[in-house]
């Protein structure tokens, strides 16, 4: 089955959807993402995710190419025309096609922005990953400074996946000023006597849906949380470590920078909130 993409207003097989090469998305990273988990054919926070996205559009002057209503209509219909059951649908946003390269950005009114989204099948809920749980190593967080902005500006976490794949590992945290800020494409987590430790909101994370999600159960199943920057040594002598993100759901960390965490299985706390993840995000789908 060919996977139908949607491109400002048109849903097209994916061999023929396009978008012009002045494209600022193309030529400046000039565009904002989100990735949106299915489960069992349904959206898992929507609110959430367009929330972000907005808060993301505002803080770079870009212009909403729809409604979040309408955008919630084109999720549905990109699901049905692919028979998504489960994975994640993928949305970018930039501020369009200009009729030439200028770092200035462009009158909104006359280069409208561009509006992509397609759909990812994989198994989340059920994964291999989950059960074995996840090796990282640290690398030097060498984002910009505005990283509570989703764009898709991802090269530095790309080139930190494959630092980690190079050193046998699965993922890298990023570290700055001595303190983890958080994974390439994930926000981080450590337990400790019983305690779930997750650096503060700032500028310096993106703020995670899941993550809002997930601490809010934990608060409601009485876990303690604490939310502060914690070091990779801080980290290596934790019982646990996890991470969240839409497309990992919670998943255990078993290994940092090459020392096994407890008995280097995943840990109880980490399973334990990824089932409640998995419950009460089922609940409340769309
Ligand atoms: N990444 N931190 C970073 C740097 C991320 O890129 C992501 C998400 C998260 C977790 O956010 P959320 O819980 O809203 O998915 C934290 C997505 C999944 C991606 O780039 O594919």
Same mark, same amino acid.
């Given at each position: 089955?060919?996977?139908?993409?949607?491109?400002?207003?048109?849903?097209?097989?994916?061999?023929?959807?396009?978008?012009?090469?002045?494209?600022?998305?193309?030529?400046?990273? #000039?565009?904002?993402?989100?990735?949106?988990?299915?489960?069992?054919?349904?959206?898992?926070?929507?609110?959430?995710?367009?929330?972000?996205?907005?808060?993301?559009?505002?803080?770079?002057?870009?212009?909403?190419?729809?409604?979040?209503?309408?955008?919630?209509?084109?999720? =549905?219909?990109?699901?049905?025309?692919?028979?998504? @059951?489960?994975?994640?649908?993928?949305?970018?946003?930039?501020?369009?096609?200009?009729?030439?390269?200028?770092?200035?950005?462009?009158?909104?009114?006359?280069?409208?922005?561009?509006?992509?989204?397609?759909? @990812?099948?994989?198994?989340?809920?059920?994964?291999?990953?989950?059960?074995?749980?996840?090796?990282? +190593?640290?690398?030097?967080?060498?984002?910009?400074?505005? =990283?509570?902005?989703?764009?898709?500006?991802?090269?530095?976490?790309?080139?930190?996946?494959?630092?980690?794949?190079?050193?046998?590992?699965?993922?890298?945290?990023?570290?700055?000023?001595?303190?983890?800020?958080?994974?390439?494409?994930?926000?981080?987590?450590?337990?400790?006597?019983?305690?779930?430790?997750?650096?503060? %909101?700032?500028?310096?994370?993106?703020?995670?849906?899941?993550?809002?999600?997930?601490? =809010?159960?934990?608060?409601?199943? @009485?876990?303690?949380?604490?939310?502060?920057?914690?070091t990779i040594d801080e980290?290596?002598?934790?019982?646990e470590a996890f991470i969240?993100?839409?497309?990992?759901?919670?998943?255990? +960390?078993?290994?940092? #920078?090459?020392?096994?965490?407890?008995?280097?299985?995943?840990?109880?706390?980490?399973?334990?909130? =990824?089932?409640?993840? %998995? #419950?009460?995000?089922?609940?409340?789908?769309?």
């Open positions: 089955m060919t996977r139908i993409v949607y491109v400002n207003g048109d849903y097209v097989p994916e061999d023929q959807a396009k978008v012009s090469v002045f494209d600022r998305g193309f030529l400046f990273a #000039d565009g904002v993402y989100e990735v949106t988990s299915v489960l069992e054919g349904k959206i898992l926070d929507f609110d959430g995710h367009a929330r972000r996205l907005t808060r993301s559009l505002n803080e770079l002057d870009m212009a909403a190419p729809v409604t979040m209503d309408e955008l919630l209509d084109i999720h =549905r219909e990109l699901m049905a025309r692919n028979d998504l @059951q489960e994975g994640m649908i993928y949305l970018q946003v930039t501020r369009g096609a200009d009729a030439d390269r200028d770092f200035a950005f462009p009158d909104p009114v006359k280069v409208p922005s561009t509006l992509v989204l397609f759909t @990812q099948a994989k198994s989340i809920a059920e994964s291999p990953a989950a059960k074995k749980g996840l090796k990282v +190593i640290s690398i030097e967080d060498q984002r910009w400074a505005r =990283r509570d902005i989703k764009t898709v500006q991802l090269l530095y976490p790309s080139m930190g996946k494959m630092m980690a794949k190079a050193a046998g590992c699965d993922d890298a945290w990023m570290v700055e000023d001595g303190h983890v800020t958080e994974g390439t494409s994930n926000n981080a987590y450590i337990v400790k006597d019983g305690k779930i430790i997750t650096r503060h %909101l700032s500028n310096d994370i993106l703020h995670g849906i899941t993550r809002a999600a997930v601490l =809010r159960f934990a608060k409601e199943a @009485q876990m303690v949380v604490e939310e502060r920057a914690f980290a290596k002598d934790a019982d969240t993100s839409a497309s990992t759901f919670v998943m255990p +960390i078993v290994e940092i #920078d090459g020392a096994s965490l407890g008995d280097g299985t995943p840990g109880a706390v980490a399973m334990r909130l =990824r089932e409640i993840y %998995l #419950d009460e995000s089922r609940k409340t789908a769309i």
